[in-house]
Every structure is written in structure tokens, then in C-alpha cells.
């Protein structure tokens, strides 16, 4: 019997081979099913109108990638929390649409990706963009195609240009099959993007004579706020958490307070209601998480006890940032830093306040503070030459 390579995920492992009627189909991937595009859409011209200018050091790595893709290069892109990372490649994406070339850009986030299509739109006014996603999937063509990394099972050496942001996030992180079915589909040449990429990624770029590019700066140069590291015992975490609440309520500012878990996000918020109103809970399993958030953005709640869902792709004015149970094992430095990075987004609004709170200070508590005051050296000594 021939050897058999899976067409969509790349799998010749023959623990995850079966057969059906003598026909070999991979298990991996067996749940990657539904139309596949095909390569015959034209792309139209377009160029990006962004109504604000990018900082010199947005312009800097701009222009870096810009030649990296044209000099054939895949590329990494390390940019801090706030840096402004979607606006960066918009010059090469606009180079890429007048050349005729299909671009992707995806996220491992459904949320994300309906994020990002409203300011696709606004950046590129006369593209026909589309986004796919669970449930979402009825129209495969168009001049940029915004999508999450499961739909990129549909674009078989497709892209010309394949961006994918936040590569450190569930699930895509760690994932070979949604790994290998994103490289498949890339005819050209691909971007990855993350705030807080590990050693085993950039050391693969460096190796293999990629382009890696590092931003430590905000757009708007101010610094990142830097945790404060809390730890407490039994009942006192919570006298900790309701003084907080409490105080932010006082001075009108909305406050994320993240949970380790689904379950311990409900409790939490069900909890805190007898002491703090104006707050309720949200995450993947919510049906109405979408308008919670919008309501939230809005003013209409306080605070909200939220998962991992809202760690990335969420600019609100004022936020403040608390994470309850920071110790937990789900807590790596990586995710830390990633919702440390939700506050002191919004121009204007550079402050906030972020607070760790465990039952104890663990290692990876102090690595993300590590990280977070060495991006803003940084900014100091550009500050400074500057």
C-alpha cells in the first residue's frame, strides 16, 4: 500500500492513519471538514488610509517587513502589548493587494476576528474583505480574508501572504495539526505576530535565516504598567479583591478581573455581587458573551469576571487589570504578560492599574513583571536618546 500524506494537516504518522473501505483518510484532522477554496478569485488593488499617523517606530518595522517580504523572507514579528502590531503590516499588505497576491490574516480567536474586520474595513476602504469562523464560513473569496487558524483548512497553498497574529495563543500554541495546516496554506511567504513568542520560536526564525523583528515601544510611548504582586490567605484575597472593586467603582473605572477557570469566573462573580454591584461573568461557553463585552465597553458594567477570552484583542479606556489566583498552574509568564498588556492601551488613557493576586508569589508572577520592566527600560533609553 502507498505511503500516505494527509492533503490537509501533512500527517504520515501511521498511529493516526486509518482506513475506510480500504481508503486512507488522517484522524489529526478528521474534524477539518467543509468547502475548500479554490485559487481563481482575483485580487483587487487597493492601498491602506489609516486616519493616524504611525509612530516612527511603527514606521521603522513597517518598512523592515516590507522588504523581508519582498526579499522572500517569512517573518517574526515581537511587539509588545499596545504596540500597534495589525497597523504594522498594513503597508505590506497594501504592497501584496496591488500586486494581485491573496492575503490572509488569522488568529487562533473567533472574537478577534470579528474584532478586526470593522477596522480592516476602515483601513482598507475599497477591498472586499471577508471573515471566516465557526459558523461563519458561507463565503470563501475576497482581497483579504481575516479568519481563524481552524479555517485555514480551506486554503490549500493559497496565500501569497499569510499573516497570523497572537501564534502564542489556545489554541493554535503547541497545536502541530492547526501548525502544519497553516503552513500548507501558504503558496508565498508568512508573518507570525506575538507579544510573547518563547525561545523555541525565535531561535526556528533565526535559524533558518528569517527576519525577526522586535518593538518594545507603545505606540503612544508611555510605559507598559508594571503588576503589582499580591498574596494572601483564605477570605483575605477577597477583602483584597471588593476594596479594589470598590475603590475603581468610586472613581468610575472599569476593571477585567481574570479567572483560571470557567467555573471559578462564575462563582467569583456571583460572589462579588453581594458586595459589588454592577459586574456578572463571561467566557467561551457564554451565548451572550459578545454583548456582555460590548455592554461592558459601554459602561454598563463595572467590572466583569472574565477567562482567558478577553487576554488579548480588547482596548478599553481606563481599564484596570486585576487577576484573581495569578499562581495558578494555568497561569505561564506568558499569559500573565498578555493580560498585564489590556491596560494603558487607549491614547489619552496610558494609566492603569495592574494587580496579580495568589495565594502565593510564584515564579512566573515575577518573570512577568521581569518582562514587562524591561520593555519599558527600553522606552526609557529611547526616551532619552530621543
Request: hydrophobic residues 35%; charged residues 25%.
Amino acid at each position: 500500500m502507498n505511503h500516505f500524506v494527509c492533503p490537509i494537516c501533512g500527517n504520515e504518522d501511521v498511529r493516526y492513519i486509518a482506513y475506510r473501505r480500504d481508503i486512507p483518510y488522517c484522524r489529526k484532522c478528521i474534524s477539518f471538514q467543509g468547502e475548500i477554496a479554490n485559487i481563481n478569485y482575483l485580487v483587487d488593488e487597493d492601498e491602506a488610509s489609516l486616519n493616524y499617523e504611525l509612530s516612527e517606530e511603527q514606521k521603522n518595522i513597517s518598512a523592515q517587513f516590507l522588504n523581508s517580504f519582498k526579499e522572500g523572507k517569512n517573518t517574526l514579528i515581537h511587539a509588545v502589548c499596545g504596540a500597534g502590531k495589525t497597523e504594522i503590516v498594513y503597508e505590506t499588505i497594501s504592497y501584496a493587494l496591488k500586486n494581485h497576491m491573496h492575503v490572509g490574516f488569522a488568529t487562533p480567536r473567533k472574537d478577534v476576528v470579528i474584532e478586526l474586520l470593522p477596522r480592516f474595513k476602515e483601513a482598507f476602504k475599497s477591498a472586499k474583505i471577508v471573515a471566516l469562523y465557526g459558523g461563519h464560513t458561507h463565503e470563501l473569496h475576497g482581497d483579504i480574508i481575516l479568519l481563524t487558524t481552524h479555517q485555514l483548512f480551506r486554503y490549500h497553498q493559497y496565500f501569497d501572504l499569510l499573516i497570523i497574529d497572537e501564534v502564542d495563543a489556545f489554541p493554535f500554541k503547541g497545536n502541530d495539526t492547526l501548525y502544519n495546516i497553516a503552513i500548507r496554506s501558504v503558496r508565498g511567504h508568512y508573518c507570525f505576530m506575538s507579544a510573547t513568542p518563547d525561545e523555541t520560536l525565535i531561535e526556528q526564525f533565526k535559524k533558518n535565516g528569517y527576519s525577526f523583528l522586535q518593538l518594545f515601544v507603545r505606540f503612544h510611548k508611555k510605559p507598559i504598567p508594571v503588576p503589582k504582586l499580591y498574596w494572601s490567605f483564605g477570605l483575605i484575597k477577597y477583602v483584597v479583591l471588593i476594596y479594589k472593586l470598590k475603590k475603581y467603582q468610586k472613581n468610575k473605572l472599569p476593571c477585567l478581573v481574570f479567572c483560571p477557570t470557567i467555573d471559578m469566573s462564575i462563582k467569583l462573580a456571583k460572589f462579588l455581587s453581594l458586595f459589588c454591584k454592577g459586574g456578572t461573568s463571561v467566557s467561551s461557553k457564554d451565548e451572550k458573551r459578545m454583548q456582555k463585552v460590548q455592554d461592558f465597553k459601554d459602561g454598563k458594567y463595572h467590572y466583569l469576571c472574565t477567562t482567558s477570552i478577553l487576554e488579548r484583542g480588547v482596548t478599553i479606556k481606563d481599564l484596570q487589570v486585576i487577576v484573581f489566583r495569578s499562581d495558578h498552574i494555568l497561569y505561564d509568564h506568558y499569559a500573565l504578560t498578555q493580560i498585564a498588556g489590556r491596560a494603558g492601551r487607549k491614547l489619552g488613557h496610558e494609566r492603569g492599574e495592574v494587580i496579580f493576586l495568589g495565594h502565593r508569589i510564584d515564579e512566573e508572577m515575577v518573570k512577568s513583571k521581569k518582562e514587562i520592566e524591561f520593555a519599558n527600560t527600553y522606552l526609557s533609553h529611547l526616551l532619552k536618546r530621543n
